[in-house]
């Protein structure tokens, strides 16, 4: 690794911890706000299901912290403990969240799709890039560009798969917001605090897809200066 791309990580993983620190507070707070519908995660998004006419989709609590997912494969939105069983502003807008990536699939959200089918070739990719960009600026330093290229090439798929992200989080979250508005699951009061915490949540996928597209342009600068050299 160059020092150059050494530093840009160095400020980007500093970033994201800032945004991830005030995310996880943000969720901390409103975690303690109760909600005044009294409805836990797990119920909220049951009732966000049915009243989009969904029927095949479970919701199912798994373990660890802010480990919420939707799985579209089981067609289950997973709901970490602390949203799964809360009553709390925080849980409802992360279970209202989760709910929304259910209601893209059921919809064939193209985004979603895309980003689905993207999957296998982006796990497979990220368990050897690392190792072939490693090796592919050695061998760039003696006028060798091929390795690095296919690195490029490889770490550009994991690019492409952070930018499809953001449309996919941020259509959920506004799905999520619309539909806690409009049921009147939160209130004036509590609608707002809904809004920040899926906000900052976004931030923490804003911030790696810039990361990832700041560092793929400095390999590629690497590429180009050691063809100059050639």
Not at 91 to 96: D, E, G, K, P, S
Request: hydrophobic residues 50%; without cysteine; proline residues 3%.
């Amino acid at each position: 690794m160059t020092p150059s791309i050494f530093f840009v990580s160095l400020l980007f993983i500093g970033i994201s911890m800032v945004v991830s620190a005030i995310m996880k507070s943000r969720f901390a707070a409103y975690s303690k706000m109760p909600l005044s519908a009294r409805l836990t995660g797990r119920e909220v998004a049951e009732k966000m299901l049915r009243e989009n006419g969904i029927y095949d989709v479970k919701v199912v609590s798994v373990e660890g912290f802010l480990s919420d997912h939707y799985n579209p494969l089981n067609k289950t939105i997973n709901l970490s403990p602390d949203v799964f069983n809360n009553y709390s502003v925080a849980a409802a807008a992360v279970a209202a969240h989760e709910t929304g990536h259910a209601l893209q699939h059921a919809d064939a959200y193209a985004w979603l799709s895309l980003r689905s089918k993207m999957v296998p070739a982006v796990q497979f990719s990220s368990t050897i890039v690392n190792w072939i960009l490693l090796i592919g600026v050695f061998m760039a330093r003696s006028g060798n560009t091929t390795l690095l290229l296919a690195g490029i090439a490889l770490f550009a798929l994991t690019v492409l798969f952070t930018l499809i992200t953001l449309p996919v989080e941020f259509d959920a979250s506004r799905r999520a917001l619309a539909w806690l508005q409009r049921t009147n699951v939160t209130n004036a009061e509590e609608y707002p605090k809904a809004k920040k915490a899926l906000t900052w949540a976004a931030m923490t996928y804003v911030v790696a897809a810039m990361a990832a597209v700041v560092t793929l342009i400095q390999y590629i600068m690497l590429y180009l200066s050691g063809n100059r050299r050639s």
